[in-house]
């Protein structure tokens, strides 16, 4: 069984970061096989793929929304996987969530029925 727990979430001015962090475990588990993706869901919006990073090459991807703004990275020792937010805007205000799987759609993001997600932390911008 896989555990992915999210971490890092809080209140913060418009222009301030935030450094979100996402922990998984699990018996014989080697993250280094996993896609890894960060998903945010606002209230009365739909949830929104944001940023994810690949379990072979490490490609990346990101939203049109966060490209810039946002970076992903692993540390698959500590079977760990971060996404440093910077310059955060009021939009930004979402529960964010942390999603892993050993599938990908186009070879980056997690995707199939054997993807596992943390419960989500709350991210605030506000001034």
């Known amino acids: 069984q896989v555990q992915v727990v999210e971490s890092g979430g809080g209140l913060v001015q418009p222009g301030g970061s935030l450094r979100l962090a996402c922990a998984a475990s699990g018996d014989r588990f080697a993250l280094d096989n996993f896609n890894i993706g960060w998903f945010r869901q606002a209230p009365g919006k739909e949830r929104e793929r944001i940023s994810c990073i690949s379990s072979t090459d490490e490609r990346t991807y990101y939203s049109d929304s966060v490209k810039g703004r946002f970076t992903i990275s692993r540390a698959n020792a500590q079977k760990s996987a971060y996404l440093q937010m910077n310059s955060l805007k009021l939009e930004d205000t979402a529960v964010y969530y942390c999603?892993?799987?050993?599938?990908?759609?186009?070879?980056?993001?997690?995707?199939?029925?054997?993807?596992?997600w943390g419960q989500g932390t709350q991210v605030t911008v506000s001034s």
């Open positions: 999603a892993i799987s050993l599938y990908s759609d186009q070879g980056t993001c997690p995707a199939g029925r054997s993807t596992y």
